[in-house]
């Protein structure tokens, strides 16, 4: 299912409107805290709602700047929720800076070393 999702629902190549599917779809996982339940935000445990954490980062990977020239064609808008209403001015950009750390901590660890050469290996021959 997530291939699907991502490959045909949220792909802005088969329709640039797909980001919007995409960008609803974060919106309407958005997080509370016990404090305060009337405020949400962005939540990166939260934001995949369901769908795989991975596959979220690759597709966010590949089309974040075309994700980001289409927020600012579109303006305003507004996902509904039972809980909430979220904004694409107010909202997005947490949601931005969240889905921008779960590829930051989705990314291995550097296994190079100065060299540009796996660990334990040198240039030399």
């Not at 409107?17 to 779809?25: M, T």
């Not at 919106?27 to 009337?38: G, P």
């Amino acid at each position: 299912m997530n291939n699907y999702v991502f490959e045909f629902c949220f792909n802005p190549d088969i329709d640039q409107d797909n980001i919007r599917h995409f960008l609803d779809h974060c919106l309407s996982h958005l997080s509370s805290s016990f404090q305060d339940e009337d405020e949400f935000y962005a939540n990166k445990v939260q934001l995949p709602g369901g769908l795989d954490k991975i596959q979220m980062v690759h597709y966010w990977e590949q089309h974040k700047i075309q994700i980001r020239e289409y927020v600012q064609q579109i303006g305003e808008r507004f996902v509904y929720t039972s809980n909430y209403t979220a904004s694409y001015i107010q909202d997005l950009s947490g949601v931005f800076t969240e889905l921008d750390e779960l590829a930051n901590n989705s990314m291995p660890p550097n296994s190079m070393n100065t060299n540009n050469q796996p660990e334990g290996t040198t240039s030399e021959a």
